[in-house]
């Protein structure tokens, strides 16, 4: 039985298909494809990439293309740009950073895996033979970048290496393996240095993720060139919060090991909203940017970009659409350029730049009015360096996008209910900052058109509860029905609380348009949401009741109706409440029975850290329905 055949039977036996770990990578090993040109033009790329023979030994049997921009400055930065599986060179084009190059003037080269050493084309990042510094793929990578520098004036001090799903995991094997060569490197949906060391440890590092120490994961990555005491590579990670094949638990574990290995600890020095995206920077003592943490809420198995946003100072878009690439409006390739100094041409991985933040504000309709049919929206906003874009916000949510002034929208009002509505817009700038306008409220009225209605319920304290279990699922019981419990407890075993609804009065014909959940704060202990950071509390909906109306211990790990339907920001006292029900979420709500939510924090604790949250009156469902 060859290694291949091997592998499937394992994965059938695991009840999986060979499709559902593509993005893993699967082992195999082939022969050298011939070349029989010095370099051959890739005819698939849009944009040019060129192949290259003959770098090396090349012991891990890679490809290589180079992108080299017209125009070419002495002394310029070079960016290592890796696939992920089924992908090829061509297919992390569509991200952008071909694109990027042509702007910022840096050489770029993509690695590209051939299907001899892996059947779905991944990088082999969990062969140790492959991620260990003077062999395999590892050693190949690097041999493609000292070719780079014997045949351009590359900058030794500026070469940077970003990659994708398995090529994201090969991008913390780089940053351990050869420090010495990389100044920084961005993480799309990987994870951490040795998270896995055989096929078998790949599957649960993916899914749900594999949880150490900071100082564990820390020493992993300085076993990768043991005794190095130079310089450590700054590092960007990125992940969707709704990314089922490389879990998020996979970007704080490597959040973990880069903060430790930089010797900085896990709590974040700045903390914003970029684009409507948790982003958080991690800095030493003088205040230099080492770790950052991008959470694209929402999105899958994906990189990030912006089908409406020009690289600043051009006409070049960020990237195109294409697989594992989705549009959140936000160009990650700009983002991590930025970090990496690329854009503004330093060398600093957290160049100072424009951080103000543009003007907008909705000019018309004015506030208090009350509009029908086809509305004309106007905005006005200005900005020290140039506005981006601007976006027209209904009741909070993006619908429309203009990207030159003066900013007019044409909303069709008939799309929502009659009744109270609020319009606003969102500003971004040329640097990246956004600024939000939401204060116009309007009252739509349509001929025909449906009622809107918001009613509130409170949760019912016979019903509610918590329980405590062990990570997966087992040894639970039932908690108190009071002063429900998140987190992990002093016992070791984390706790997860319900609350249930009886929403039966909605209209049966009502649709429901909006919904959110307000809790009270009652006690914790410990910083929860930062154990481990970039933690958040996740709502699970359910359309009925999990199992029965009083908990049960299956209730647990019952697939709910829409899961992570909203979360609710950290917060110490008095009530929060949630962000706004998804599609999803709004689906579960049950107009003839029970409603039930699952609060829960995305990752367990690490350590004992709990939040304890009120139920009855103090825990507020609000549903707003047209019918």
Not at 379 to 408: I, M, N, Q, R
Not at 490 to 498: A, E, V
Not at 603 to 626: C, G, H, I
Request: hydrophobic residues 40%; proline residues 4%; charged residues 15%.
């Amino acid at each position: 039985m060859t290694s291949q055949q091997w592998f499937r039977s394992a994965l059938r036996f695991a009840g999986l298909s060979f499709a559902a770990f593509v993005l893993a990578g699967s082992p195999g090993c082939g022969s050298q494809e011939e070349v029989s040109a010095e370099e051959v033009e890739l005819g698939r790329s849009e944009l040019g990439l060129t192949q290259v023979t003959g770098f090396g030994s090349n012991p891990g049997n890679l490809l290589m293309y180079r992108h080299v921009p017209t125009g070419m400055p002495a002394n310029a930065p070079l960016v290592v740009v890796l696939h992920g599986c089924t992908q090829n060179s061509t297919g992390m084009e569509a991200s952008g950073w071909t694109a990027a190059a042509n702007v910022y003037k840096f050489y770029a080269v993509y690695p590209q895996q051939q299907s001899g050493n892996n059947s779905t084309s991944c990088f082999n990042w969990f062969e140790s033979g492959d991620i260990t510094r003077g062999s395999g793929e590892a050693l190949s990578i690097i041999q493609m970048v000292d070719a780079m520098k014997a045949a351009y004036s590359i900058d030794a001090s500026r070469i940077y290496v970003s990659g994708f799903s398995a090529g994201g995991y090969m991008v913390s094997a780089l940053l351990a393996t050869y420090p010495d060569v990389f100044s920084g490197g961005a993480i799309n949906a990987g994870g951490p240095y040795k998270c896995a060391t055989s096929m078998t440890a790949a599957f649960s590092c993916m899914s749900p993720g594999t949880d150490k120490t900071p100082a564990a994961w820390g020493d992993l990555a300085r076993s990768g060139y043991a005794g190095y005491s130079g310089r450590r590579p700054p590092v960007s990670i990125w992940y969707g919060s709704s990314d089922f094949t490389v879990r998020p638990l996979n970007g704080t574990e490597a959040m973990e090991q880069w903060t430790n290995v930089h010797g900085i600890d896990q709590t974040p020095d700045t903390t914003e909203t970029v684009a409507g995206f948790p982003h958080k920077v991690y800095r030493d003592a003088a205040g230099k940017a080492l770790v950052e943490t991008w959470e694209i809420t929402g999105m899958g198995h994906a990189v990030a970009f912006d089908a409406q946003y020009n690289f600043p100072g051009s006409t070049t878009a960020c990237g195109s659409t294409g697989a594992y690439v989705t549009d959140v409006n936000l160009c990650a390739v700009y983002h991590q350029a930025k970090f990496f100094g690329l854009v503004d041409g330093g060398t600093d991985p957290n160049p100072g730049g424009d951080t103000t933040p543009p003007t907008v504000a909705v000019t018309a309709p004015s506030s208090g009015s009350t509009v029908s049919g086809a509305v004309t929206v106007a905005v006005s906003a200005t900005d020290a360096v140039g506005v981006a874009k601007v976006e027209l916000l209904v009741d909070g949510v993006a619908v429309a996008t203009d990207a030159a002034a003066p900013y007019e929208f044409s909303w069709d009002s008939k799309t929502v209910a009659n009744g109270a509505h609020t319009l606003g817009a969102r500003a971004y700038d040329a640097a990246g900052n956004q600024a939000t306008d939401n204060a116009t409220a309007v009252t739509v009225s349509n001929s025909g058109a449906p009622t809107s209605a918001t009613v509130t319920f409170t949760s019912i304290a016979a019903e509610d509860g918590y329980l405590k279990a062990n990570a997966d699922g087992s040894g639970v019981a039932v908690g108190t029905l009071t002063n429900l419990a998140l987190g992990k407890g002093t016992d070791g075993k984390f706790n997860r609380s319900f609350l249930s609804f009886d929403t039966s009065s909605l209209p049966d014909g009502a649709t429901v348009t909006r919904a959110f959940l307000t809790v009270g704060y009652s006690s914790g202990s410990g910083d929860p949401w930062s154990t481990p950071a970039g933690n958040t509390v996740v709502i699970d909906a359910q359309a009925g009741t999990f199992n029965a109306a009083g908990l049960e211990v299956a209730d647990w790990a019952t697939a709910a109706t829409a899961s992570e339907v909203s979360t609710v920001d950290k917060f110490t006292t008095g009530s929060k409440a949630s962000a706004d029900f998804s599609a999803a979420g709004l689906s579960a709500i049950n107009k003839t029975g029970r409603t039930q939510l699952r609060l829960r924090f995305r990752a367990e604790q690490t350590a004992t850290q709990y939040l304890f949250v009120k139920d009855s009156t103090n825990a507020v469902l609000t549903v707003v329905y047209a019918q």
